[in-house]
């Protein structure tokens, strides 16, 4: 099984997430990750999908995808920029020594504290979103929360 990502440019209109993510469950195919956003002139959304299978499995998610009204334009391919985003909450009355380091090492930052725990950011491609999420287990997170992934063709 392989990772992909695919980027979905529909009609900005009711309904086409769930005709999108129907297609998906309607074939037993398993959606990893999956986020959507107006783009800039509304009349359109984008959403990106991170899906697993075989090359036989996106060939036909590709050719389903194509067959959806509301599609616009179907964007697979490796030329992505691609993040994602991380927030890991942590009590105060953990021990911090070499959080600093962490966050250094994974472009993360402090985005909220209180008297009670601490919130730490990071946003990176998927894999570094992995290993720092590893990393953070020796704070004993209250909480964690990941994004879906972002994604924006490079040409």
């Known amino acids: 099984m392989k990772r992909r990502v695919i980027s979905v440019i529909v009609l900005n209109e009711h309904g086409v997430l769930s005709r999108v993510v129907g297609l998906f469950s309607g074939r ?13 002139d509304k009349d359109f959304s984008r959403i990106n999908i991170v899906t697993l299978g075989d090359e036989k499995v996106f060939e036909q998610i590709i050719k389903q ?26 009590a105060l009355s ?5 959080l600093d380091t962490i966050l250094k090492a994974y472009n993360g930052s402090v985005t909220y504290s209180d008297d009670q725990c601490i919130i730490v950011m990071t946003c ?26 972002i994604l924006m063709e490079v040409k």
């Open 28 to 40: 037993g195919y398993n959606i990893e990750s999956l986020t959507v956003a107006p783009l800039d």
């Open 65 to 90: 995808l194509h067959k959806l009204i509301p599609t616009y334009k179907v964007i697979d391919s490796s030329d992505f920029i691609e993040k994602e985003t991380a927030l890991v909450k942590i």
């Open 94 to 98: 953990e021990n911090f020594a070499g």
């Open 124 to 149: 990176d491609d998927a894999c570094n979103i992995d290993n720092f999420l590893k990393t953070m287990k020796k704070y004993n997170p209250i909480s964690v929360v990941r994004s879906g992934s």
